[in-house]
C-alpha cells in the first residue's frame, strides 16, 4: 500500500493564482481530511469528507474548496490564492464509524504564495 | 468546543535525560486522546493512544495516560535518544463516530548527543 499520497511537495503561486493539491489513499477509507500547519498554531482542519459525495468545513474553509467524488480522491482547490495561505497542507485519512481510529497522514504539501 | 493544551516549547535535553511533556484538554463526553510525532520533512504518525480513563498508551519507549480528574494526557520517555528529535502534537478526538480531531500546537523536542 502507498498510504496517503500527495502532489506537488513544493509549489510556488503568485497572488490570485488557482491550484489543485492532489491527495489520494488507497487504503478504503472512508473519513479523509485536509489541514493547513502554521508556526506556533499546530493543525488547523481546512475541510473534511466522511464518505464520496460528501464533505463539510472544518475550523479554516475559507478560500478552499473541496470536492469527493471517489473514495481514494479528496483534492483541495484554492480558487484564489492570498500569502495568508502559505503555509504546509496535510492530507489525512481514516476508517469511519470509530473514533479510536488512527489517523493516515500524507507527507504534506509546502505551498508558498507570493 | 473541544480544545488541547500542551506545554510551551522548544525543549532541548541531553542523551539519556527523562522527558516529560505536558498535555491537558477540554471536551464534553469521553474523548479519546492521541500522541502524535512528526519527524524533520515528515507527515504526522501516530506515537500512541488512549480511548478511555486510566488507559495507558505506549510504543517506542513513549507512555501517556489518560487521567480524566486532572484532564491530563502527559507523555514521557525514561531515556531519549538523539532519534526522538521531533514535533510532538497531542490530539484528541470527541465522542461521535465521525468526531474530528483537535490537535494541540505541538512542541519541538532536540535531543543533543
Known amino acids: 500500500n502507498a498510504g496517503v499520497t500527495q502532489t506537488p511537495k513544493f509549489q510556488v503561486l503568485k497572488t490570485g493564482q488557482s491550484m489543485t493539491l492532489q491527495c489520494a489513499q488507497d487504503?478504503?477509507?472512508?473519513?479523509m481530511s485536509w489541514y493547513r500547519q502554521d508556526p506556533g498554531m499546530g493543525l488547523r482542519l481546512i475541510h473534511y469528507?466522511?464518505?464520496?459525495?460528501?464533505?463539510d468545513q472544518g475550523e479554516v474553509p475559507n478560500g478552499y474548496n473541496v470536492s469527493r467524488s471517489t473514495t481514494e480522491d479528496f483534492p483541495l482547490r484554492l480558487l484564489s490564492a492570498a500569502p495568508s495561505q502559505t503555509s504546509v497542507y496535510f492530507c489525512?485519512?481514516?476508517?469511519?464509524?470509530?473514533?479510536?481510529?488512527?489517523?493516515?497522514f500524507g507527507p504534506g504539501t509546502r505551498l508558498t504564495v507570493l | 468546543g473541544d480544545s488541547v493544551t500542551q506545554m510551551e516549547g522548544p525543549v532541548t535535553l541531553s542523551e539519556e535525560a527523562f522527558l516529560t511533556i505536558n498535555c491537558t484538554y477540554t471536551?464534553?463526553?469521553?474523548?479519546?486522546l492521541f500522541w502524535y510525532v512528526q519527524y524533520p520533512g515528515e507527515g504526522l504518525q501516530l506515537l500512541l493512544k488512549?480511548?478511555?480513563?486510566?488507559d495507558k498508551g505506549s510504543n517506542k519507549g513513549f507512555e501517556a495516560t489518560y487521567r480524566k480528574e486532572t484532564t491530563s494526557f502527559h507523555l514521557e520517555k525514561g531515556s531519549v535518544q538523539v532519534s526522538d528529535s521531533a514535533v510532538y502534537f497531542c490530539?484528541?478526538?470527541?465522542?461521535?463516530?465521525?468526531?474530528?480531531?483537535?490537535f494541540g500546537k505541538g512542541i519541538t523536542l532536540s535531543v543533543r548527543p
Open positions: 469528507s466522511v464518505g464520496a459525495g460528501i464533505t
Open positions: 490530539a484528541l478526538s470527541g465522542s461521535g463516530a465521525n468526531s474530528k480531531l483537535t
Open positions: 488512549a480511548t478511555k480513563a486510566d
Open positions: 489525512a485519512s481514516r476508517l469511519s464509524g470509530g473514533r479510536n481510529n488512527e489517523q493516515f
Open positions: 471536551a464534553t463526553g469521553y474523548p479519546s
Open positions: 487504503m478504503n477509507h472512508e473519513y
